[in-house]
């Protein structure tokens, strides 16, 4: 029997591979360099990119993966923040930005697109309709839908509207094997055999590549009304959530700053953005809906603010609101300027236990003497946990991540999930395992395997074991270790 090794498979590979797609292959340096990493800025060896232009192409370079065990990535803009979207162990990277189609259905109040529109550009085009799209990454002006689909993206609106799964209706696309699947319907209610659609939904591109997806939509939104306030404490402002849900209020965006986030923000800035008041936690807050609805809530949102805050200020006006926004928005750049590093963990926990992972952040901040950050979507319990640190320092590097060990088994004790919308890629790969019992983890593999049987999608995620920091440079380095 003749075999061929691997290095003789991948060139025989890339011939057909060019002999099938021609100029929509490249093997050029400076072109597979650009898609080698993303945000998580950990660069692989592709040994091929794939521009495709129309869907078909999707299951012509999965056939030949297959066939002859090449990885394959998918790529939408890169955007990514924990490595999914990184070729780690070579192989092909499938670019699946040209495949950008966005059909409204007014009627039936759908969308149907591919997977390299972008977000914000669906959200424009849907509005003109007198419809809304909700989910809304802050990165909505760049990401794609096909990675908000892998990693069942979430953002500021998710707190009363839902995540990207929320307004998935049906999902085209191919298995690992090349073959064209379509998972659910463009109707509203679909319960005739298994839920495939949601099993591809956050799988990270490691169980089959989406060309189209239909989304439902609802009618656009009447008025909205933002605030920003101060407040004595976590406590106070972390019970928020709760206190609103009690008094019938559900804001559509709640969103939360610790108190090292707004002095960091004011120094920033170079100003108090409550004078008088020193830097204290805070709360971004929206709501949205019917006028007479905004009324009674403003009333009895208005009325806990005055008892609760130290001080807060409302916005009606499209252009008063963006002074309010300014402030979440800056607390990310304002952090930057601290260290050459920033690491955002976007964990999840228990309403009524964010007050207990805060003051768990503030000991480690202590402890290992950080730069560490908390805002985001308290409204959901999806808090973003950012550690600042300078790579090249590699004392301050084995701090920062023996401190990140140390959140992730917090989150975990407290019943929490390492990741609510970024997704697990390479950063949280090595975290993964403790999420699950060993039934759970076995079943997850068992249908890893059952759809890609030779793991040629996404390679390196999810059910590897990934070393993040080596000895030497401190830093995510090419290391491995499967886990079966």
Not at 48 to 72: D, S, W
């Amino acid at each position: 029997m003749n075999t061929i090794s691997q290095n003789e498979a991948s060139e025989k590979a890339l011939t057909s591979l060019k002999a099938e797609l021609g100029g929509l292959v490249t093997t050029e340096q400076e072109q597979l360099y650009s898609v080698s990493y993303d945000g998580l800025k950990v660069a692989g060896s592709p040994e091929a990119l794939i521009r495709l232009e129309e869907p078909g192409h999707v299951g012509t370079v999965l056939k030949l993966a297959n066939e002859y065990n090449i990885p394959v990535t998918c790529r939408g803009t890169g955007s990514s923040l924990t490595g999914g979207a990184t070729p780690f162990l070579g192989g092909w990277v499938l670019d699946l930005s040209k495949l950008n189609s966005i059909q409204i259905d007014q009627t039936n109040m759908l969308a149907r697109c591919g997977p390299g529109a972008v977000v914000g550009d669906l959200q424009e085009q849907v509005a003109k309709e007198g419809l809304f799209y909700p989910p809304d990454p802050s990165s909505k002006k760049f990401c794609t839908l096909g990675g908000n689909i892998a990693c069942n993206a979430g953002g500021l609106r998710c707190v009363k509207y839902g995540v990207t799964r929320d307004y998935v209706l049906a999902l085209s696309g191919y298995l690992p094997t090349g073959e064209f699947v379509r998972w659910g319907r463009a109707t509203r209610k679909f319960a005739t055999g298994y839920n495939l659609r949601d099993l591809w939904i956050g799988s990270e591109g490691t169980l089959g590549v989406v060309t189209e997806i239909t989304l439902r939509l609802i009618l656009a939104v009447e008025s909205r009304i933002t605030y920003l306030a101060a407040f004595e404490n976590d406590s106070v402002a972390l019970g928020a959530p709760l206190a609103l849900s009690r008094m019938g209020i559900r804001p559509s965006i709640l969103e939360y700053m610790d108190c090292w986030t707004i002095e960091c923000l004011q120094k920033y800035v170079g100003k108090e953005i409550f004078t008088g008041v020193d830097s204290k936690p805070m709360l971004l807050i929206e709501l949205d809906g019917p006028q007479e609805v905004l009324t009674r809530e403003n009333e009895l949102l208005s009325a806990w603010l005055e008892k609760n805050s130290l001080t807060f200020r409302t916005a009606e006006e499209e252009s008063e609101a963006e002074k309010l926004w300014e402030v979440r928005r800056q607390g990310s750049s304002s952090m930057k300027k601290l260290a050459s590093t920033k690491l955002n963990e976007d964990i999840v926990i228990p309403l009524d236990r964010q007050v207990e992972l805060v003051t768990f952040v503030n000991a480690l901040r202590e402890e290992f003497s950080l730069n560490i950050g908390v805002f985001g979507h308290c409204g959901d319990g999806n808090l973003h946990v950012n550690f600042m640190y300078d790579e090249e320092n590699k004392e301050e590097s084995k701090r920062a991540v023996s401190a990140l060990h140390k959140l992730m088994e917090k989150v975990v004790s407290l019943d929490g999930a390492i990741s609510g919308e970024h997704g697990v890629g390479l950063a949280k790969t090595p975290f993964v395992r403790n999420q699950f019992n060993d039934a759970e983890w076995k079943t997850m593999l068992s249908i890893k395997k059952a759809l890609d049987p030779k793991g040629i999608l996404n390679p390196g995620k999810i059910f590897d074991v990934f070393k993040p920091w080596d000895q030497k440079k401190e830093k995510v380095v090419l290391s491995w270790e499967h886990n079966d």
